[in-house]
């Protein structure tokens, strides 16, 4: 169907509109890490807590407002994340946008996680390390296989897509996963170095849900991890109901956040 000149007008009004305010906005300062250790979260929030083992993969349901520590209490071990809408899967985590429209590779505390479709799906709200990785994705069978020879291991590819069959979705659904806890830096030549410095014991982070959301998470080693043998440690997964601040820093940081939760305030309406 052709549009009119009264809709071509009226979306480049809008466009304009949004650059103006980009342009007007400045951007809010990331705030420094959590703290360590992790303070204990209240036991009338909890709603659940799971623990993944090494190598092994979880999938649950995140309905808005609540949110998933993601902690490692036995020492490091990457965790690649990946997320869908539940009202339409099609509709699933981005991390070329997140990282695009925020100006920053950093996904840290006061940042948020956007969907393919310019919506937040989740927010980061605690964070105490900021070394994840938003642009190398996860190991699979052939990485594994040049990195650990010899032995059988599973992957972050192989469990993803046992992730996605369990809910009912396919190979092709799979984003690019972010990896939590894998200290990734991008050199001035543009290649990738492993920052271990940037890790700390019982490291953790918190991601409150925009919007409902299927959620995947696998426990593997990731590809650029440089520790000679394949040994990823158990990590905790807790869900809870969250908080929502009325000076919340992720709702606010970036005129690409607060677009971002116009669209979701559009897409609820």
């Given amino acids: ?5 009264q809709q071509i007008a009226a ?8 650059q103006r305010r980009g342009l007007q906005f400045a951007p809010k300062a990331l705030p420094g890490p959590s703290p360590l250790p992790a303070p204990p979260i209240p036991t ?39 997320a869908w809408n539940v009202a339409d899967p099609s509709e699933r985590l981005n991390l070329p946008d997140t990282v695009k429209v925020q100006w920053t590779t950093a996904i840290a505390k006061g940042r948020v996680i956007f969907s393919d479709m310019g919506r937040v799906m989740f ?22 296989a040049a990195r650990y020879p010899g032995i059988t291991t599973r992957n972050t590819r192989d469990n993803l897509v046992l992730v996605a069959g369990k809910l009912g ?18 050199k001035n030549d543009g290649g990738f170095v492993w920052r271990p410095e940037l890790s700390h014991p019982g490291d953790y982070i918190e991601l409150r849900a ?13 590809p650029l991890d440089p520790a000679p043998d394949y040994a990823p440690r158990m990590v905790e997964v807790t869900r809870f109901r969250a ?16 677009r971002g939760f116009e669209n979701n305030a559009l897409a609820e309406a």
């Fill in 123 to 144: 927010s980061v709200i605690e964070d105490s390390s900021g070394a994840h990785d938003g642009l190398v994705g996860g190991s699979t069978a052939a990485s594994n």
């Fill in 11 to 18: 979306d480049r009004a809008r466009y304009e509109e949004h």
């Fill in 169 to 186: 979705l396919t190979r092709r659904d799979i984003p690019l996963a972010l990896s939590l806890f894998a200290p990734v830096r991008v």
């Fill in 44 to 82: 009338d929030r909890v709603i659940h807590t799971e623990t993944i083992p090494g190598g092994w993969y979880f999938a649950t349901n995140l309905k808005r407002g609540e949110a998933i520590r993601i902690a490692q209490p036995n020492g490091p071990s990457s965790v690649a994340l990946i």
């Fill in 243 to 258: 908080t929502i601040a009325a000076d919340d820093l992720c709702r606010t940081a970036t005129a690409e956040a607060v």
């Fill in 1 to 5: 169907m052709s549009r009119t000149a």
């Fill in 210 to 222: 925009e919007m409902d959301l299927l959620v995947g998470l696998s426990n593997c080693p990731h």
